[in-house]
């Protein structure tokens, strides 16, 4: 794309609470960042002209997966227009294009149906970067089941390891961690990982932190123990990285 960039803090958060409903979902259509098809076009998966502070463009769209046995897109589109955040500018679900005071209408913007995914777009600018946290329903509504909540005296399983991709270019991840639990994330790493930090928040709307108030090394070495404060429910890593870095997540009820 040649800009440095980054995505929308809200449509980070948005992931996060995704990821922490159904943390086995399918991803093998969740996108960011424009193609070279998007870049040739208009399209808010192309880095804006917005700016924070480091420099890096905003990119305003996110791709979700549709994945009916765990993250249903219709459950998701519903979830999001039903309650129509202010920052969301424009959502596109099965060969349809929802905006705010229109509604639902057919999609012509293009050849792709939008039927393995749900585009997410938020209005650019500073609102874009809100770390507010978005109704996905209220309690008792039939949400997609919450992951379980730790039991254990100590929980690390095959099953709590996530692998962060190699990418030279500064890029992130976003982790669901148990908030009632003291939880640690073990880099299990050949090179150094470079440039991270954590976003934390919790589940509960108006108490989370938000932000970056959670700032660690900028190296990060092999077999080092990062400790997460309680409480927290997503960790956001930022990093770039030479090759795929295994990240063990232990959690201690």
């Given at each position: 794309?040649?800009?440095?960039?980054?995505?929308?803090?809200?449509?980070?958060?948005?992931?996060?609470?995704?990821?922490?409903?159904?943390?086995?979902?399918?991803?093998?259509?969740?996108?960011?960042?424009?193609?070279?098809?998007?870049?040739?076009?208009?399209?808010?998966?192309?880095?804006?002209?917005?700016?924070?502070?480091?420099?890096?463009?905003?990119?305003?769209?996110?791709?979700?997966?549709?994945?009916?046995?765990?993250?249903?897109?219709?459950?998701?589109?519903?979830?999001?227009?039903?309650?129509?955040?202010?920052?969301?500018?424009?959502?596109?679900?099965?060969?349809?294009?929802?905006?705010?005071?229109?509604?639902?209408?057919?999609?012509?913007?293009?050849?792709n149906p939008h039927t393995s995914h749900v585009h997410v777009s938020v209005v650019a600018?500073?609102?874009?970067?809100?770390?507010?946290?978005?109704?996905?329903?209220?309690?008792?509504?039939?949400?997609?089941?919450?992951?379980?909540?730790?039991?254990?005296?100590?929980?690390?399983?095959?099953?709590?390891?996530?692998?962060?991709?190699?990418?030279?270019?500064?890029?992130?991840?976003?982790?669901?961690?148990?908030?009632?639990?003291?939880?640690?994330?073990?880099?299990?790493?050949?090179?150094?990982?470079?440039?991270?930090?954590?976003?934390?928040?919790?589940?509960v709307p108006g108490k989370g932190t938000g932000g970056d108030p959670g700032r660690w090394?900028?190296?990060?070495?092999?077999?080092?123990?990062?400790?997460?404060?309680?409480?927290?429910?997503?960790?956001?890593?930022?990093?770039?990285?030479?090759?795929?870095?295994?990240?063990?997540?232990?959690?201690?009820?």
């Amino acid at each position: 794309m040649g800009k440095p960039w980054y995505v929308a803090h809200s449509l980070d958060i948005l992931l996060g609470q995704v990821n922490a409903l159904e943390p086995d979902r399918s991803r093998v259509s969740d996108g960011s960042i424009g193609d070279a098809d998007h870049s040739a076009r208009l399209s808010d998966h192309n880095p804006n002209d917005y700016r924070r502070g480091d420099g890096r463009f905003q990119v305003c769209a996110r791709d979700f997966t549709h994945d009916p046995g765990d993250l249903d897109g219709q459950w998701l589109a519903d979830r999001l227009t039903t309650h129509a955040d202010p920052r969301l500018k424009y959502l596109i679900w099965n060969r349809r294009i929802w905006t705010p005071g229109i509604g639902w209408k057919p999609y012509t913007g293009g050849p792709n149906p939008h039927t393995s995914h749900v585009h997410v777009s938020v209005v650019a600018g500073s609102r874009a970067d809100s770390t507010v946290l978005w109704n996905l329903g209220a309690a008792g509504a039939p949400n997609p089941p919450n992951p379980p909540r730790p039991t254990g005296r100590i929980l690390m399983t095959e099953d709590n390891v996530a692998t962060l991709p190699a990418s030279m270019d500064t890029t992130y991840e976003v982790l669901a961690v148990p908030p009632a639990a003291q939880v640690s994330l073990i880099f299990a790493a050949k090179t150094v990982i470079y440039g991270g930090h954590l976003y934390n928040w919790t589940p509960v709307p108006g108490k989370g932190t938000g932000g970056d108030p959670g700032r660690w090394r900028t190296e990060v070495q092999e077999g080092e123990e990062i400790r997460i404060p309680r409480g927290t429910s997503k960790v956001h890593i930022e990093y770039s990285c030479a090759s795929p870095v295994s990240v063990f997540i232990q959690a201690i009820a």
